[in-house]
Every structure is written in C-alpha cells, then in structure tokens.
C-alpha cells in the first residue's frame, strides 16, 4: 500500500516548492522529502491539494439545464424552481439516483473536488412509504461515491414538515419526510472511509425541538443546514419566530456553533454575519446555484474581515467547476462592488485567497481534518494543473492559481489522485466510459 509521489512543483502549506517527495502509506501522506534514490512515480505538473465540495443534491445533475425556459408572464424564481424539481424527484429510484450520482461524483473528480458532502434528503418512494431497506437510497449514494472514488460526507436530511409552524408537507415532499426514529435510522448508513454528519433541511422543514434533539443525538459529527437562501425565508422566518434565522439558528445551537455549516445564508444581515464569523461557523456558499436561482449574493467582504470561514459547494449541480465556483463568488461581489480583486489580501493573488480559505472551509465543513493540505498525516488527494496549458504556460507561484481559476477553468486540470491512486488521467476520469453510459441511458429513460 506504500507508494512515493515526486512533486514537481507543489502548493504546500508553507508556499510553493520545486521537488517534493511525498511518502504515501494507506492514502495518506506519511512523510515529506527532498528527491532521493529516484524510485518515486514522477508527477509533473502543478500539485495543489484536492478542494472539499460541502453541498451537493447529487440527483439534480439530471436536471442541469432544463429549468431555463421562462414559464409564462409571472416572474420565475427559486420556488417555481422548486416546483420542476418536485416534479422531477417523483420519477426517481434507487437505480437512478445511484447511476447519476456516480456521474456527478466523477465530474466533481474531474473538476478538482476530491471529497463531497451529499445533502441527501431523497429517503423514501415516491408515495413516501419507506424502502424495504430503509436506507436505500443512502446506500446508493455511497455505492456510487465508491464507484467514482471520491470521498464521502454523507448527510442524510432530517425533514419534519412543509414549512413553519407544522405546515403540512406536501404530496410532492413526503419523500423527503421522516420522523425521529427513521432518522436515527439514516443515521446507522455506514459510509466506508468516510463520514456521516447531521443536515437539518432548514428552519422552514424542522422544528426548533428537532434541531435540538439532532444536535443533542450526535454531537460530535459535520452538521449542515440551508438557512436564509431566500429573501421570503427570511420574512416566513420573521413572522413566525420573530428573529431573522441566522440569529434563531445560533440562539438554538448555542456554544455549539463551530461544527455548523450554514448552506447558503445569502441574507444574514451585517449583525448575524458577526455573529457567524465570532462562532466559527462555515458559510457553505455556492456561488453558481445561488447565481442560477436568483439567490442573492452573500456579503463576502464583511464576513471575511470579520475572520469569517468559508467553503464552496456545487449544490444543484448546474455547473460542476471548483474553478467556476471561486470564480463565480469573486465576480459577484465585483460586480456588487464594482471594483477589482475584490477578496484579494493586499498585495496578494486573489486566486490564493479563494483557494485557500475555500479549502480550510471545506475541510473543517466534511468533517475530514486529513483534507486541506500536502502534508504530513493528511490525505493524499491531489489535484495535478497542466503547467502547458495556454492560460499557465507563462505563469508561476500564486498566479498559476489565477491562471486556473479566471482563465483556465477545467481545462487545466491534468490529473487527480484519490488517496494517494490516480482517478483522472489526461483530463479523464479512468472509468467514465462505463460511469457515462450508465448516466446517458438512466437520463434517457427519465426523459
Ligand atoms: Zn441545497
């Protein structure tokens, strides 16, 4: 199980460096060297480490692209959105989703995520009685992660009803539905190598005692939940608790704050964003989704001056890009501010910035405390740039990041290695042939 990687040119904690020898032992890197006796496998390239991707509904990959058509004269939106996706939900099995998570799940390899936190809240059948395996569907999410080879942070969602106050779910929502026994249940869902964390679907979908008991129950696990995506929550929120739900979320979870991840929270005000940062907990945005829908944009600035945490997720899986989502999340904020090089340190590379803040973020969101570096005891899960690629041939250091995230995108990325194996090699994931038709006849017969 033992291997050698030679570096040639690597994004270290420390910085950059030229010839680094990794020791790799059970995936993970057990020692850190100058070039020796030239046995270790050559890597050329730009070695960064693999990017965690905190939030994913690996089913809406099928759905990319078909939700833009206007639907009439009333103005579309997140909730019309909503709709097409319940609608499309209903057609789903086990097979399905497991066919197009795996492909989602090597296109996110592809892309430079090596590990992804699956939202996952599709448990039951269509008309909501439960599987004869309860656990079904989570199983098919981590059969396909298993099939990809990409790291696994499975979040099975608590979902207790259709909105605030008791609001009764909807017929098109009693998939997701399940009370606290079932969830327990979920919760059993063995993820090998991996991590199971609690996701609370949102302040609309649980109650405040449900939240509770789910942070009480399992204490020590990632917890996740969508909170102020929607300026409608927001107001819903108001109405029926009185506090804005950054502020009722932390006020629920208290002291407990720093292993929460807030998916989204596009509109915490400029006091819960404080609030956020002083808790240490992750802001799990996901600028291209949150693009798509008409979202909003989150205050990035103030939330990072404020030593706020943050990671980047792909959520409906429009666009499957670490580049595009970093880049996505600087430009928004350009074009908020209209200035440049908005989230930049002075002096430094805008590009380094995202990368490394979306990195740390994404680590401590999975839950993996072995992501987040090329170092000692981490992971080895490397994401390889083509150093020949058009937009980084003449680049170097911190503008190789640049290069990638505003001029390159995908194209650049060259190889991938999970735990210490190559998954992508010249671009391609080393089983897409088999894992894309599987997916194009799956979405064939959806059609
Ligand atoms: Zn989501």
């Avoid at 499309?88 to 989703?97: E, K, N, T």
Wanted: net charge negative; with cysteine; hydrophobic share 45%.
């Amino acid at each position: 199980m033992a291997s050698k990687l030679h570096l040639e040119t690597a994004l270290m904690p420390d910085g950059w460096r030229q010839d680094v020898v990794v020791g790799i032992d059970h995936g993970v890197i057990t020692s850190v060297e100058e070039p020796g006796d030239g046995t270790a496998e050559r890597v050329s390239g730009i070695a960064l480490p693999g990017l965690p991707n905190l939030h994913s509904h690996a089913f809406q990959r099928a759905m990319a692209g078909l939700t833009e058509r206007r639907r009439g004269n009333e103005a579309d939106s997140f909730w019309t959105w909503r709709e097409a996706m319940y609608h499309f939900v209903d057609r789903l099995g086990p097979d399905d989703l497991e066919a197009i998570a795996a492909f989602a799940y090597m296109e996110m390899l592809e892309a430079g995520f090596t590990q992804v936190a699956e939202f996952h809240y599709l448990h039951h059948q269509p008309d909501g009685r439960p599987y004869d395996t309860p656990n079904e569907m989570s199983q098919r999410i981590v059969a396909a992660a298993e099939a990809a080879g990409i790291g696994l942070t499975l979040l099975p969602v608590l979902y207790r009803q259709g909105g605030f106050l008791g609001k009764p779910a909807t017929p098109a929502q009693r998939r997701f539905l399940c009370d606290r026994d079932a969830y327990a249940r979920l919760m059993e869902t063995e993820v090998p190598g991996g991590a199971t964390g609690i996701a609370p679907h949102s302040l609309r979908a649980v109650t405040l005692g449900d939240l509770g008991w789910a942070a009480r129950t399992w204490p020590d696990r990632p917890a996740h939940i969508h909170v102020a995506e929607q300026e409608r929550e927001v107001a819903d929120c108001l109405a029926a608790h009185n506090r804005r739900p950054v502020d009722l979320l932390l006020d629920t979870i208290g002291s407990d704050a720093g292993r929460w991840c807030l998916v989204h929270a596009t509109h915490a005000d400029a006091a819960e964003l404080g609030r956020m940062a002083e808790a240490s907990a992750v802001a799990g945005l996901c600028p291209i989704t949150e693009a798509n829908l008409g979202d909003g944009l989150f205050d990035v600035p103030a939330f990072l001056a404020r030593g706020g945490r943050l990671g980047v997720g792909s959520d409906s899986l429009i666009r499957i890009s670490a580049a595009d989502e970093l880049r996505t999340l600087e430009y928004g904020q350009r074009l908020m501010h209209r200035q440049r090089n908005v989230l930049a340190e002075p002096a430094r590379s805008t590009g380094r910035r995202l990368f490394e803040a979306a990195l740390a973020g994404g680590a401590r969101a999975t839950g993996e405390e072995r992501l987040g570096g090329i170092a000692n005891g981490k992971r080895a899960d490397l994401v390889v740039l083509d150093q020949h690629h058009p937009s980084l041939v003449a680049a170097r250091d911190d503008s190789l990041l640049d290069g990638w995230l505003f001029a390159a995108d995908n194209a650049a990325i060259k190889s991938v290695y999970r735990r210490g194996r190559v998954v992508v090699r010249d671009g391609r994931h080393i089983a897409r042939d088999a894992i894309a038709r599987r997916y194009a006849k799956t979405v064939a017969a959806l059609a």
